[in-house]
């Protein structure tokens, strides 16, 4: 127990709410067709309450970026981003669906990629950083 209370208080604890925490995940992404990188597993329930990427170069052609509950019939839990064009590091903002915004313990999170025209270069690593909060507190 005195290990699960020090990871809690390390976690910036909201005026309102559960604790929330910060995930950054990186993740390389290639091709020329949809598909869908895996960057979380929640391992509680959890809802999200901001995310963003950042791409390693900018891309051309036509190409989306969203997160999508792979658990929940690939339900896109923010609205797509177009990266086609977006300055390498520079961060997007997502704007999160609030109907999708809770997660279930189990749940897998992907980010969604979407190219409708492929042109020369892929987004290549894209950083995805989430900011996440329990709702609840379980005692196991």
Known sequence: MAKRRELWANLVAPQFGGPVFPVSVQVEVTGTSTDFYPVYVATRDVKI????????????????????NKTDSDALIVTAKTSS???????SAFTVVDAKSEW??????ALHY???SAGST???TVTVTMELEFLELKND
Not at 104 to 109: A, Q, Y
């Open 104 to 109: 279930s313990e189990g749940d897998v999170i």
């Open 85 to 91: 064009g977006l300055a390498a590091d520079t961060a």
């Open 114 to 116: 979407v190219c409708s």
């Open 49 to 68: 309450r901001r995310a963003s990427f950042a791409q390693e170069v900018s891309p051309d052609g036509t190409k989306t970026l969203g997160l999508a």
């Open 122 to 124: 892929a987004p290549g």
